[in-house]
């Protein structure tokens, strides 16, 4: 019988955390040492947010710095994971009739790379990404998770990256360790019961949870990575979260594993 490999979405958080030493990231290389060996990796990024949905094809794909404001150390950064056009072609059969584009302009973005550098510090797996389609409504991106899923069962390790709470208006700037607001704490403890519960229903149509949900998602493209995740869950199969944390009172570093 074949290993079924797990799928996480992880918070990433500040760009930043590609080159601390934290709590956060330590959490992310035990995530890795503890994941079976995978082949390749599909990430599902909050920031290759754009209209319909593409696979990268670049067997060199370059790492993308798509943030300004931060200090030339984190320019230098380079993740030289190669790519896997097998699996972009993979992941174009599986989401058929939706049409996926191939495409050569992206590369890694930092909500790839800044996690993976601690995951797979070596970048000795593969990496393809796939698009968020900000056109679609949640339960598209769940549904593409769910006809996603038969990749784990072909050494594929499905990662969305993204947050869970993500408000950088009411974020702490200077002030990172500051307490969670208490509607940031109460969306993420709900939503941790919900999936730990196994209900994903209010989860897609989170715009329906009220006030917390508004805050704590003011913008989809940080939250949609973790339908993703969600949807490639099998009946009864257990989630855990590895890692947990709030950054600057409004940004959930919560890291969920399925399987």
Not at 78 to 90: E, F, I, Q, T
Not at 119 to 148: K, W
Not at 167 to 172: E, G, K, Q, S
């Amino acid at each position: 019988m074949s290993i079924i490999l797990p799928a996480v979405f992880f918070g990433h958080g500040n760009p930043m955390n590609a080159l601390q030493d934290n709590v956060y990231t330590r959490g992310w290389r035990a995530v890795g040492e503890k994941l079976p060996p995978p082949r390749a990796i599909l990430a599902i990024s909050a920031h290759w947010y754009v209209r319909g949905s593409g696979v990268t094809i670049s067997m060199a794909p370059e790492t993308l710095h798509d943030f300004g404001g931060f200090p030339p150390e984190l320019f230098a950064v380079r993740y030289p994971a190669k790519g896997d056009m097998a699996l972009a072609l993979r992941v174009q059969e599986l989401l058929s009739p939706v049409p996926v584009s191939l495409d050569r302009s992206w590369g890694l973005d930092h909500g790839t790379w800044s996690v993976l550098k601690h995951v797979y510090p070596n970048a000795d797996v593969p990496v393809v990404q796939l698009s968020i389609d900000g056109t679609q409504p949640p339960q598209f991106h769940f549904d593409v998770g769910r006809r996603l899923a038969q990749l784990r069962e072909e050494g594929v390790l499905i990662v969305g990256s993204g947050n869970l709470v993500h408000n950088l208006r009411t974020y702490a700037w200077g002030s990172e360790d500051a307490p969670p607001y208490e509607w940031a704490a109460r969306f993420e403890a709900e939503a941790k019961g919900l999936i730990t519960a196994g209900d994903v229903a209010p989860l897609i149509n989170y715009q329906e949870m009220g006030q917390d949900a508004r805050l704590s998602v003011p913008t989809p493209e940080h939250y949609l990575p973790l339908l993703y995740v969600l949807g490639t869950q099998r009946q009864n199969e257990a989630i855990t979260f590895p890692v947990t944390g709030m950054e600057g009172g409004s940004i959930s570093m919560l890291t969920a594993q399925v399987g």
